[in-house]
């Protein structure tokens, strides 16, 4: 490792649990020796997660791909040959398709509008739809997506639609009713995310008998008894990480100040150096992710060398897009103008519940710098 690789600031530095804050859950582990299925503490868990989740149910995952794809076996079942395609936007993780593709699906990429979101209203009719079985809009960043236009998109089009809300956690806590409802969404709480379990996730759904079909769908088709009878995988959560989830929310109001403060920093400094409108942060995107949005792929690219060269990590969280992934590249899908357009000018930069307000300020005078000069010479 060079002297300059040792000093580098990670893009993102999670923060989970301390071994200490774990312990009491753990020793509960031991005297209960349930170490997964259901056990007390995923209960708990999904109890605790309730809660906050206003009138839908937290069904737990193993991560949110399992969740996505819980959501999908449990709605839309496997892939036909008759409807064998996923109709997925093409800005997002690829996890969103990965999950169509354990369930049987082709993905179709479709494109995006200003903000990153698919529009139901885009889909009404579109060709593919004849052969789609699932729809898979995306709340990109964790930005919600409203719930009423898709349930009518799935009642006009009879196409089930399943919600990747993967890092939307900080919007279901800010605001449950406008995150969930008829169509499940499926969550994340891989470390990387608001709230964690270290890998896990959940689908949160508001009618009992679906609760129910995603439980089943995530735990080999067993409902009751011991009889594979519906689509499924094993998505279930461990004990273990449910063990972490539970920590997790005994501090989650600490660690929200704690990302709240960095975000903080982040705002002052891009205002104090002029460039307050390049800086996408919460509330509009999830308190994970701190980004800027650069004017074009260009000065993007003059973003992405300056902050490597003064050793601040930098990442375009949905690269180019699920399409460019060399593993999709033979997908079928529209033009995507937009989802290109956001791909090549969004950058993250460095963040982390503990990182210092020196750090912040550094990190976007370099930002400024290269901005300023951009718009300059555009
Ligand atoms: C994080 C994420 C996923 C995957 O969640 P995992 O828990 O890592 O499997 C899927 N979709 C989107 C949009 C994500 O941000």
């Given at each position: 490792?060079?002297g ?20 009491p859950?753990l020793?509960r582990?031991?005297a ?5 299925n259901?056990?007390?503490?995923v209960?708990?868990l999904?109890?605790?997660l309730a ?6 149910t937290?069904?737990?995952?193993s991560?949110?791909?399992m ?6 076996l ?13 109709i ?11 999950a ?9 990429f479709v494109?995006v509008?200003?903000?990153g979101?698919l ?5 009404r009719a ?5 052969r ?10 964790g930005?919600p997506v409203?719930?009423?236009p ?5 009642r ?5 639609v399943?919600?990747?809300?993967a ?5 279901l806590e ?16 891989h470390?990387?995310?608001?709230f ?14 679906l609760?129910a ?11 009751a ?8 995988v094993?998505?279930k ?7 972490v989830?539970l ?11 704690d ?23 919460w509330p509009?995107?999830a308190?994970?992710y701190?980004m800027?949005r ?22 375009s969280w949905?690269g180019?897009?699920?399409h460019?992934?060399p593993e999709?590249?033979?997908c ?14 969004l950058?993250?930069?460095p ?15 370099v930002?400024a710098?290269v901005?300023r000069?951009g718009s300059?010479?555009?």
């Amino acid at each position: 490792m060079s002297g300059n690789e040792a000093r580098r600031v990670p893009v993102l530095r999670p923060k989970l649990p301390s071994t200490a804050a774990l312990v009491p859950y753990l020793q509960r582990i031991d005297a209960s020796r349930t170490y997964t299925n259901h056990g007390p503490l995923v209960a708990e868990l999904e109890d605790r997660l309730a809660a906050t989740a206003g009138d839908a149910t937290f069904v737990t995952a193993s991560n949110g791909t399992m969740a996505i794809a819980g959501a999908i076996l449990a709605t839309a079942g496997w892939a036909t040959p008759e409807r064998v395609l996923a109709i997925v936007p093409g800005f997002t993780f690829v996890a969103s398709a990965i999950a169509a593709r354990l369930c049987g699906y082709r993905p179709y990429f479709v494109d995006v509008d200003a903000n990153g979101a698919l529009q139901a209203d885009a889909l009404r009719a579109h060709p593919a739809l004849a052969r789609a079985g699932v729809v898979i809009p995306v709340a990109p960043f964790g930005r919600p997506v409203a719930q009423a236009p898709w349930e009518r998109f799935e009642r006009e089009s009879g196409i089930p639609v399943v919600i990747d809300a993967a890092a939307s956690f900080d919007f279901l806590e800010r605001d449950a009713a406008g995150l969930t409802g008829a169509i499940p969404v499926a969550i994340s709480t891989h470390a990387t995310k608001s709230f964690s379990t270290g890998e896990g996730g959940g689908v949160l759904v508001t009618d009992a008998t679906l609760a129910a079909r995603v439980t089943q769908a995530l735990n080999f088709g067993f409902y009751a008894n011991r009889s594979s009878a519906t689509p499924s995988v094993n998505g279930k959560l461990s004990e273990y990480h449910a063990a972490v989830g539970l920590a997790e929310l005994d501090g989650r109001g600490g660690k929200r100040a704690d990302l709240d403060r960095t975000i903080g920093y982040y705002r002052a400094a891009a205002s104090d150096e002029g460039i307050g409108d390049a800086l996408l942060a919460w509330p509009d995107v999830a308190r994970c992710y701190v980004m800027l949005r650069a004017p074009s792929g260009s000065a993007r690219a003059a973003l992405e060398h300056a902050m490597d060269a003064a050793g601040f990590e930098t990442r375009s969280w949905y690269g180019d897009g699920a399409h460019a992934h060399p593993e999709f590249a033979g997908c079928e899908r529209d033009a995507l103008p937009a989802t290109e357009a956001l791909g090549a000018t969004l950058l993250a930069v460095p963040s982390a519940p503990d990182i210092p307000e020196a750090t912040v300020r550094a990190i976007v005078r370099v930002a400024a710098h290269v901005l300023r000069e951009g718009s300059v010479t555009a």
